[in-house]
């Protein structure tokens, strides 16, 4: 393959930054997935986690492909968004206000592949940090080729951080212990997951 056909490393290395900073920073994703680690453990929660990608991908490919621009000549499109956004992240919330952490029928309630799933696709933040890194990092040249770069790069870089989000839960839910302090942070979890998607949908244009 042509050098010319590759993103150059001074790029990437921006690339990379960008990721590191959007992706790793607090938000309604990283917020439930530590919550999720916190209330059921890091292991049962791999499976939201893989969801929450996997939404990620989905729309990251159909914002390559246009889909934004097409959003765009629906004005209201993003309005409905952010009721969703807000309606599934406080349903996920009280998914983690009720789980009591003791097995049992409290695993049943583990939030899967298809409760993460939906994650990105109803989260107008998450168009929006997909259309700043493919206008800052895909050039017309080499659409494909920067696109699946930036594609892995959310894929890779992104996971390892959304994972040690996940860590995180699990470590405080091993180092909290049950009964009253453990209910305590998934309080303060559950309520920063839904106040950090407050701020992020507020920083959405209308």
């Not at 999720?36 to 492909?65: C, D, E, Y």
């Not at 889909?67 to 309606?87: E, I, T």
């Not at 049943?108 to 929006?128: I, S």
């Not at 309520?191 to 209308?206: E, H, K, N, R, Y």
Request: hydrophobic share 55%; aromatic share 12%; proline share 5%.
């Amino acid at each position: 393959m042509s050098s010319e056909m590759l993103m150059p490393a001074a790029q990437f290395g921006l690339l990379a930054l960008f990721v590191a900073a959007m992706v790793g920073s607090p938000g309604p994703a990283n917020m439930s997935l530590m919550a999720s680690g916190l209330a059921f453990g890091a292991r049962p929660a791999l499976p939201f986690m893989a969801g929450t990608m996997s939404g990620f991908q989905v729309i990251f490919w159909l914002n390559v492909a246009g889909l934004f621009a097409l959003l765009q000549s629906a004005p209201h499109v993003f309005q409905v968004l952010r009721w969703a956004c807000m309606g599934y992240i406080l349903y996920l919330a009280w998914t983690i206000l009720r789980s009591n952490g003791a097995g049992g029928r409290a695993m049943e309630r583990v939030p899967g592949y298809l409760r993460g799933f939906w994650v990105h696709p109803l989260n107008p933040k998450a168009y929006a940090m997909q259309i700043a890194g493919i206008s800052q990092f895909v050039s017309a040249e080499r659409y494909f080729l920067d696109a699946l770069v930036l594609s892995l790069t959310f894929l890779l870089l992104g996971g390892f951080l959304n994972g040690l989000w996940l860590l995180a839960g699990g470590w405080l839910r091993q180092g909290s212990g049950p009964g009253r302090f453990l209910q305590g942070l998934r309080i303060a979890l559950a309520g920063l997951m839904v106040g950090s998607t407050i701020l992020s949908l507020q920083m959405i244009p209308a």
